[in-house]
């Protein structure tokens, strides 16, 4: 059962929010404001999540379905630069078994009266554990690839 | 639900080709017969029909015969089914991202001075 395999994947994903920089900074720092989307799909259960937002801090957040399995995220901040940057590393667990580990870089710019965001995901993806974030996050460039040769094709 | 997925499979392979996807871009401006579908490929006509085959095999085009001509048309569903699929796998980051924004334009509208009270 113990097939070790390695996978690497990097995706980036840019978006224009109306809120300035500092609210949407203040969505990743706070707690209770991170808590209201920062969540798993809608059909799972409550989560249990926390957070020291700091360099050097921790966050922890766990759930998933009901009958399992228990999706942990456990990361730890490297970087914050106010209203402009964070950058944090984080391991996935599926129950006891490591997923990946990833690097995340969040940038934020000002752009008019809103923010210019942008997340930089950098994994490796351990011994091809399938769980639904992992492939959509695996197969996001293909997937961009192709939904841009529909879109050219449409 | 259960046999959508060969077909969707059978899509994805068809376009997992640069000349397929070239056939389909072509054929998405209208209907083109093979001949003129084939012209621009540096192929054998042969060749070319091989990958009309797997292109009609998934359902993606299809073709008629009249008199000597054989034409092909796009089959716009199978695009719009792969297109579908493509679209709820947004990846878990796209869905929160989603989410963001909308708690930040709730927070906007809701936006009164340290109000406290939250769902």
Known sequence: MTQHSTQHATFVIERDYDAAPARVFRAFADLDAKRQWFTGPAEWGPDEHAMDFRIGGRETNSGGPKDGPVHRFEALYWDIVENQRIVYTYEMYLDDARISVSLSTIELKPKGKGTAFRITEQAVHLDGHDSPEQREEGTRGILEQLADALKRGA | ?119
Not at chain 2, 8 to 27: G, K, S
Not at chain 2, 42 to 68: D, F, N, T, Y
Not at chain 2, 87 to 95: D, F, T
């Open chain 2, 1 to 119: 639900m259960l046999n959508y997925q060969p077909a969707l499979d059978q899509v994805y392979a068809a376009l997992a080709d640069p000349t397929r996807r070239a056939m389909v871009e072509r054929l998405s401006h209208g209907p083109v017969s093979v001949s003129d579908l084939a012209q621009p490929f540096a192929m054998s006509l042969p060749a070319v029909l091989q990958h009309l085959q797997v292109l009609e095999g998934s359902g993606l085009i299809r073709s008629e015969k009249q008199g000597r001509v054989r034409t092909c048309r796009l089959e716009p569903k199978a695009l719009q089914e792969a297109e579908d699929w493509i679209a709820r796998r947004r990846s878990l980051w796209m869905r929160r991202l989603d989410r963001l924004g909308d708690f930040l334009a709730a927070e906007e509208k809701t936006k009164r001075p340290r109000n406290k009270d939250r769902k």
